[in-house]
Every structure is written in structure tokens, then in C-alpha cells.
């Protein structure tokens, strides 16, 4: 027994200068880790910090011991209650200390720090200490959080769907371009398009709206316009865009920012609407009409040549008044019915018979509407019978086919991004769409019970109003640039919305000012960012000038002074050392610029 408690014996000398080495070790350790340990003795009420906390505080050790008192006040005010109800926890649930806040140095500077600990209870588990270790992360936090803004925003501006994002410089010249774009101007890869005058994609006819939407935005104006491009591939369609100028750390504008979305359903559905309204006028004009008569004999009277050539070919010669209307060659059927419709006529009845048949001529389906109406003679007796027959086949099909229309632009309508309101002068609504409520979250009740001032920011009514006045006085038809404003949302926050309105109060069909409008907050809120940043970065620029400045001063003051000759040579050396240490006074200010300009945070 006495032997192996001598084989555990570490000779005072060795234990010594092992304990010696495990604390270089340790010391080491902590500052490449840039980690400290911490005990809190809750019996004595002490703490003891190692030396790698000390220079995580930037403090000295030989400020050893430190109380519990000076501990707390090194944690951020903000953090502090947080820090402290954790403490409670752990000692009172025996959950695991774990532990993220911040720390302020004695130079001010705040430290992001994680910690672990454990607690070393009594047989009545009762807190006797809490030994613990923390890191100081604050590198990896900003780290990290400078490269999550920075890919929130590029995913955010480059993915979103359906707008196209993209960058011109000045001359006009593509520089970026996110994948939805390349997707509506046909390029099958971002080389494609990269290096091209945006200008050669823009319909001729368009080209001054584009170019006075650029040329705003290089004056710093922000601005919105449609116009229509033309693909790679050769197609055409209808942009709507808006551009922001993007500025350097001095506020040169040094390009143009566009976000722009393709409206080209929106459009083709508005010019459906109105080519299927053509096409009915169209219709009502052209339809093939027969028309003849017969007497009480049904022998044919008199008709015209369309009829005669239907009838001609039925009876397989040609036709002509004083022929029998009673056609037996098309069979039994066929007689019957057409003998049935004429004796009713004949006896007085006023009718309208439907006809859906397929044609023996074309061999196609065809549908007529066949009137029948007695010929009375002076002595008001039935001497003969009128009948017309009214081909609408063609009115038949693009009813169908309108029905089909209507129907896909209703539910463009109710499940596009787009709502529609027609408005009168002083903003009350005569109609909204279903789309509203997607929205607004209003109804559609709701939204028509309601004036358009009710819900529009207050900083906007005398916009909206002006517009309203103005778009009046243009001629029917036409619309006022896009306008963002903002209203209140059924939630109760504020959205921004993208309206264009159209006059079209003399429209007999409207009757009022037509309303087209989308949210855009999203939009908006990135464009702000935007501008936000070139203000930090301008601000930036500016205090770091005069930082520069007074070693750079210091640098042409020993200059000019060694420049005089006067100077002993151990004066030179001197002067010579100062000049050394400005300079490196002036790169330490040069790198910090440099650490501060890649800090800025779009908020």
C-alpha cells in the first residue's frame, strides 16, 4: 500500500515546473483562442479572472483581484438583465450555463463574447462556485453578419421574381443583370447581354422614354416608364421600370439601377378586350342573312340570292320564284319540319325557330335563327308568309370564345398581383376587383364603401388629388405616368403602391378614372436601402478626411523642416524617426478607413 502511494508522489521540484509549463500552455492558449476563464466563489464572494479575460478587456492584470461588482458593470447595460436572469436560472434550475453578450473594454469598445460554465454545488446541492471559460467572437459575429446582409441582399435583389434587376453605367452599357431579366430579354447566357447598349433592346418607337427614364436617374431623379423591348429572339414585350442612381463613397453617380417588370399580359389582356369588342361590331356587320317569302300554295314569292343558292343547291338545279318551298330530296324528316313551321305561319302565328344543322354545302356546323311572320293583304287576310334566317354561327363561336376570354381575364384579374379601381374626381370607387383584397386585405364591399383619401397617407392626398385633376384633362384613353404613394394596409401598416391611372370618363362602358395599381413596399424598401448606404459611405469618407489630415500635416512639417539645412545630424535622425512614425500613424489610418468602408451595414 505504502508503495503505491509513493509511486503517485510527484517530486516537489518536477510538479513545480510542470504546473509552470501547463500554465504557459495555458496562457498561450487562451491567447491565440482569444479565451479567458472566470470563478465566482458565491461563499466568499470573490471572482478571479484569468489573464486572457483581462485582455479581452483590454486591462491590465496587476489590476488583479477584481470584485464581483466591477464583473457586472463590464457587461453591456443592454445585456446585463438578460445576464443576470441567466445566472438565476442556472443556479436555480440546473440548467447549463451558456451564455452570448457583449462586454464593454476599458477603451469603450464593445466585444462580443460566448461563455460556458459550470456550477460546483454542496451535498445539499447548494452553489458553492461556477467555474467558467468565454471567447471572445466578436470577429466571427461581424463576420458573419456583414456576409448574411450581404447575401440577403444580393438573393433578394437577383432572385426575386417576376422584376428584372440590372445595372447601367452611364453610356448606357449593361453591367449586371439578374436571371429573370436575362429571362425576358431572351439571353441564353449573362455574357450574352453583358457589354450591349441597353438601347438596342428598346422598341424605335419607345426609345425616348427609356432614354428620359436613364437620363433622370443620372441627375439623381428617381422615375418610372414603360416602353417595349424587343428579345435576342425576337420577341416583343411591354417593361414597366423604374431607376434609382447608384453613387460612390463621394457621391459621384456612377450608374443606374433599374428594376423593371414585364406587364405584357396586362397589356394584351387590355387589347383583347378591346379587339374582342371589334370583333362583335364585326360580327353584327357581316352576318349571312337569308331572306324570302311564299304564298298559301308554298310556292316561293320572292327572296334573295343567298337563299336561292341554298335552295338551288338543295334541290340540285337552280332555283326560282314559282318553285315549291317543300323540299322532298333531303328527306322525309326534313319535309316534315320545314311543312310544320310554314303551316304555323301561315295560320297567323308570329315565331322564331333555332336551327343547328351541318351544312350540306360547306359540310360544316351551322346555326340560324329563322323568323317567321304572316303577310296579311288590304283586307287584313293571310296571303303569304315572310321568313329570314339569320346565320349565326360566327356569333355563336365567339360568344364561346368571348365567354372563354372574359372568364381567363376575370381570373387574371382576381389572382393577379394588379387590382383595378374605377374612381370618380373626388376618389370614390364605382368598381374594385376581387385582387384588392390580396392587396389591401380590404373587401371588396369594404373597399367600395370607403373613399380613396380615407386610407392614403396623409403626406400623399395632395399628389393624389393633383393627379386625379390632371389625368381628367388628358384626352380619353390616356394615362399619367406611374406613381408610388402610400395607403393603409387592413393590418393597419402602410404599403406603397404603383398606380397609373386612365381617363376614360367619357367611356360610356367606365365612366370614370381607371385605377391600376400593385404593392411595391418591397421595392421601395430595397431602393431606400440603397440610398441609405451611399449616405453611410458618403459620411464615412468625410470624417475619415480630416482623421488623415493631421498626420499627413505632421509628414510635410518634418519634410520642410529637413529641407532647410539647419538641422544637426542627430536633429535629422530625430526628425527622420518622426517622419517614420507618421507615416505609420497615417497607414494605420488608411487601414482603418479601409475596415469601416467594409463594416457598412445596409440597415
Given at each position: ?6 509511486q ?6 518536477n ?7 501547463h500554465k ?28 486572457g479575460?483581462f485582455?479581452?478587456?483590454e486591462?491590465?492584470?496587476s ?12 457587461v453591456h447595460?443592454d445585456?446585463?438583465?438578460?445576464a443576470?436572469k441567466?445566472?438565476?436560472e442556472v443556479?436555480?434550475t440546473g ?13 469603450g ?5 460566448h461563455s460556458?460554465?459550470d456550477?460546483v ?8 462556485q ?16 456583414n456576409?448574411?446582409?450581404k447575401?440577403?441582399?444580393l438573393s ?8 428584372c434587376?440590372k ?8 453591367v449586371?443583370m439578374?436571371?429573370?431579366?436575362l429571362?425576358?430579354?431572351e439571353?441564353d ?10 438601347e438596342?433592346?428598346v ?12 437620363k433622370?436617374?443620372?441627375q439623381?431623379?428617381?422615375?418610372s416608364?414603360?416602353?417595349r ?9 411591354w417593361?414597366?421600370s423604374t431607376?434609382?442612381?447608384l453613387?460612390?463613397?463621394?457621391g ?13 399580359e396586362k397589356?394584351?389582356a387590355e ?10 361590331e364585326?360580327?353584327?356587320n357581316?352576318t ?7 304564298d ?9 340570292q343567298?337563299f336561292?343558292?341554298v ?19 333531303q ?7 320545314w311543312k310544320g ?8 302565328e308570329?315565331?322564331?325557330s333555332y336551327?343547328?344543322f351541318?351544312s350540306?354545302?360547306?359540310g ?24 329570314f ?8 363561336v365567339k360568344?364561346?370564345?368571348?365567354a372563354?376570354?372574359e ?6 384579374v ?15 370607387p364605382k ?5 384588392i383584397t390580396k ?6 364591399l369594404?373597399?367600395?364603401d ?27 384613353g ?16 402602410w404599403?406603397?403602391l ?9 367611356d360610356e ?16 424598401v ?9 449616405e453611410k ?8 478626411s ?12 518634418i519634410?520642410d523642416?529637413i529641407k ?10 530625430k526628425s527622420?524617426?518622426?517622419?517614420i ?5 497615417l497607414?494605420?489610418?488608411i487601414q ?9 451595414i445596409?440597415p
Amino acid at each position: 500500500m505504502e508503495k503505491e502511494d509513493n509511486q503517485n508522489i510527484i517530486p516537489p521540484s518536477n510538479a513545480k515546473g510542470e504546473d509552470k509549463n501547463h500554465k504557459l500552455i495555458l496562457r498561450q492558449m487562451e491567447t491565440l483562442g482569444k479565451l479567458g476563464h472566470w470563478e465566482v466563489d458565491f461563499v466568499a464572494q470573490t471572482l478571479h479572472w484569468s489573464e486572457g479575460v483581462f485582455h479581452i478587456l483590454e486591462m491590465d492584470p496587476s489590476d488583479m483581484p477584481v470584485d464581483l461588482e466591477k464583473g457586472f458593470l463590464s457587461v453591456h447595460p443592454d445585456d446585463r438583465e438578460r445576464a443576470v436572469k441567466h445566472m438565476q436560472e442556472v443556479l436555480e434550475t440546473g440548467i447549463d450555463y451558456d451564455l452570448e453578450c457583449r462586454l464593454i473594454t476599458t477603451t469603450g469598445k464593445v466585444k462580443i463574447i460566448h461563455s460556458l460554465a459550470d456550477v460546483v454545488r454542496n451535498e445539499k446541492n447548494e452553489p458553492l462556485q461556477i467555474v467558467g471559460i468565454f471567447q471572445d467572437i466578436t470577429e466571427q459575429r461581424e463576420a458573419y453578419q456583414n456576409l448574411l446582409q450581404k447575401e440577403m441582399r444580393l438573393s433578394s435583389i437577383l432572385q426575386s421574381e417576376p422584376e428584372c434587376v440590372k445595372v447601367v453605367s452611364p453610356d448606357g452599357i449593361l453591367v449586371e443583370m439578374n436571371p429573370a431579366g436575362l429571362q425576358m430579354i431572351e439571353a441564353d447566357h449573362l455574357e450574352d447581354a453583358l457589354g450591349q447598349k441597353v438601347e438596342n433592346l428598346v422598341y424605335p418607337e419607345d426609345l425616348v422614354f427609356y432614354q428620359s427614364l436613364h437620363k433622370n436617374a443620372l441627375q439623381g431623379i428617381q422615375s418610372s416608364a414603360r416602353f417595349r423591348i424587343i428579345g435576342f429572339k425576337g420577341t416583343q414585350r411591354w417593361m414597366e421600370s423604374t431607376a434609382v442612381p447608384l453613387t460612390n463613397q463621394t457621391g459621384e453617380i456612377i450608374s443606374v439601377l433599374s428594376v423593371t417588370r414585364d406587364i405584357s399580359e396586362k397589356v394584351i389582356a387590355e387589347e383583347n378586350l378591346i379587339r374582342t369588342k371589334q370583333n362583335q361590331e364585326a360580327l353584327i356587320n357581316s352576318t349571312s342573312d337569308l331572306v324570302w317569302s311564299l304564298d298559301s300554295n308554298f310556292r316561293l314569292i320572292a327572296a334573295n340570292q343567298a337563299f336561292l343558292d341554298v335552295m338551288g343547291f338543295l334541290l340540285g338545279t337552280i332555283a326560282k320564284e314559282g318553285d315549291s318551298v317543300l323540299i322532298l330530296n333531303q328527306g322525309e324528316a326534313f319535309y316534315e319540319k320545314w311543312k310544320g313551321y310554314y303551316e304555323r305561319g301561315l295560320s297567323g302565328e308570329t315565331f322564331k325557330s333555332y336551327e343547328r344543322f351541318i351544312s350540306p354545302i360547306t359540310g360544316k356546323e351551322e346555326h340560324r335563327e329563322v323568323f317567321f311572320n304572316p303577310i296579311k293583304n288590304g283586307n287584313k287576310q293571310i296571303s303569304g308568309l315572310a321568313c329570314f334566317s339569320k346565320d349565326i354561327t360566327d356569333l355563336i363561336v365567339k360568344r364561346m370564345e368571348l365567354a372563354s376570354s372574359e372568364k381567363r381575364y376575370r381570373a387574371l384579374v382576381e389572382n393577379g398581383a394588379d387590382a383595378i379601381a374605377i374612381l370618380s374626381t373626388n376618389g370614390n370607387p364605382k368598381y374594385v376587383s376581387p385582387s384588392i383584397t390580396k392587396v389591401l386585405g380590404y373587401s371588396e364591399l369594404e373597399a367600395l364603401d370607403m373613399n380613396l383619401f380615407d386610407i392614403i397617407h396623409p403626406d400623399d392626398i395632395p399628389k393624389i388629388k393633383n393627379r386625379l385633376e390632371e389625368v381628367v384633362t388628358l384626352p380619353e384613353g390616356n394615362s399619367l405616368p406611374s406613381h408610388n404613394f402610400r395607403v393603409k394596409h387592413r393590418n393597419g401598416s402602410w404599403r406603397w403602391l404603383e398606380s397609373t391611372i386612365t381617363n376614360l370618363m367619357d367611356d360610356e362602358s367606365i365612366g370614370g378614372i381607371v385605377d391600376n395599381f400593385h404593392d411595391v413596399t418591397e421595392r421601395v424598401v430595397q431602393i431606400t436601402a440603397i440610398q441609405t448606404q451611399n449616405e453611410k459611405l458618403k459620411a464615412i469618407a468625410w470624417t475619415q478626411s480630416h482623421v488623415v489630415r493631421n498626420p499627413l500635416a505632421k509628414l510635410m512639417g518634418i519634410v520642410d523642416l529637413i529641407k532647410t539645412g539647419t538641422l544637426s545630424p542627430t536633429e535629422e535622425r530625430k526628425s527622420l524617426d518622426h517622419l517614420i512614425e507618421s507615416a505609420k500613424e497615417l497607414d494605420e489610418i488608411i487601414q482603418d478607413i479601409v475596415l469601416k468602408s467594409q463594416r457598412v451595414i445596409v440597415p
